[in-house]
């Protein structure tokens, strides 16, 4: 049997549409019918080779990690108790660990250390009809009235931030009086706010982004305040949080983009003992002078992606319709113009591929 799918075979092309056959699936596998693959900036920074080192590609490869869909068939032996059965609603946890390290036995497989691997950037992803999935990495979802549409970007867009916001939760950075920024309101920011409102326990939110539509999104969903901060200093963006919070400084900073410029302005407005903990991936590098994050001890957090705990959270509280989303539906055909509109910045939410 054949399937449509989106292949790279190279970097810096566009990717082929092209029919290729349906992936058989071994003795653990479980096959996919793709009902829907979020389009992550990270796939346009893939064609670019940004992950060249740390996910080194063969061609032709299918990308797509934001995967939800329908059971279509299942391995010999995967046990029962995995509970899937064909018809079956699952969206695909992206940390494929190899199951030996540290980092997988304490559940977080996104960061293995071994020979782990994330669906789309080496394994064949979900923007494709069909995809070959471990059983282990399916989460089978009680969909209640939401779309598969809805689920797709959970597993990523949903699950990025919802990780970082629980990192600053967990070190005491949120709560009554204190304010919460999320820097940049792309993909990852339009749910983030939304996150900073359910975790935070009172704390004030603002949103920070160069685009005032995407600052509309950010108060829709939940937003306090917002600032756009395209061309301002520091003191002028501190200006305006003095305006909305009372204080010219804030206590944490959930930095969705990622760029140099942005993580920088982050260190300057942080309360002493406040704290970034950083998800975007736009930059590759961090300047921060030292003697702030000594002198007023802030902290800085990594955060990537999500384990999968994360993802059932968040999958519940998808499925009981206590997340909003922005989210245009569009077609594997329009792909490659898709891909160039993520990388011009002018995606407002997520752009979801689906499949009939
Ligand atoms: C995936 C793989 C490598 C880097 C970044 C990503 C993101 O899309 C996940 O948040
Ligand atoms: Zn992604």
Redesign the pocket.
């Known amino acids: 049997m054949k399937m449509r799918a989106a292949r790279m075979y190279g970097y810096n092309e566009p990717w082929r549409l092209e029919e290729v056959p349906v992936p058989d699936i071994s003795a653990d596998e479980v096959l996919v019918k793709v009902a829907a693959t979020g389009m ?1 900036r ?1 796939d346009y920074q893939l064609i670019h080779g940004y ?1 060249k080192m ?2 080194p590609m063969k061609f032709p490869a299918i990308p797509g ?1 934001e995967i939800a869909g329908h059971v279509a068939g299942v391995g010999s032996a995967v046990p029962r108790s995995a509970g899937l059965s064909d018809g079956d609603l699952v969206v695909v946890n992206p940390g494929w660990g190899d199951g030996t390290c540290r980092q997988c036995h304490e559940g977080n497989e996104q960061l293995c250390s071994g020979t782990g691997s ?1 669906p789309g ?1 080496g394994p064949p992803g979900g923007f494709a009809e069909y995809v070959a999935v471990p059983y282990r990495h399916l989460i089978t979802v009680d969909p209640g009235d939401q779309k598969p549409e809805n689920f797709a970007p959970l597993t ?1 867009a949903g699950l ?1 931030p919802y990780r970082g916001i629980k990192k600053l939760a967990a070190a005491g950075k949120l709560g009554p009086g204190r304010t919460v920024v999320v820097a940049g309101i792309g993909g990852l920011g339009s749910y983030a706010v939304q996150y900073a409102k359910l975790l935070g326990a009172g704390a004030t939110v603002v949103a920070f982004s160069r685009t005032d539509d995407k600052l509309t999104v950010a108060r829709e969903n939940g937003a306090d305040h917002t600032v756009n901060t395209r061309d301002k200093t520091a003191e002028q963006v501190q200006d305006e949080i003095e305006a909305a919070t009372g204080r010219r400084t804030v206590d944490a900073i959930l930095d969705c983009a990622g760029a140099v410029e942005s993580i920088a302005l982050d260190f300057s407005i942080l309360e002493p003992e406040g704290a970034v903990a950083s ?1 975007g ?1 736009m930059g590759t590098k961090v300047e921060v002078p030292l003697n702030v994050i000594v002198g007023t001890e802030l902290s800085y957090f990594g955060s ?2 999500g384990n999968y705990n994360d993802l059932t959270e968040v999958l519940a509280l998808g499925a009981a319709g206590r997340i909003k989303h922005t989210i245009t539906t569009v077609k594997l055909d329009d792909i490659n113009e898709n891909l160039e509109a993520l990388g011009r910045g002018d995606v407002v939410g997520r752009q979801v591929v689906v499949f009939d």
């Open positions: 992550c990270s992950f740390a996910a990690h994330w950037f990523d990025t998800v991936l990537f992606w």
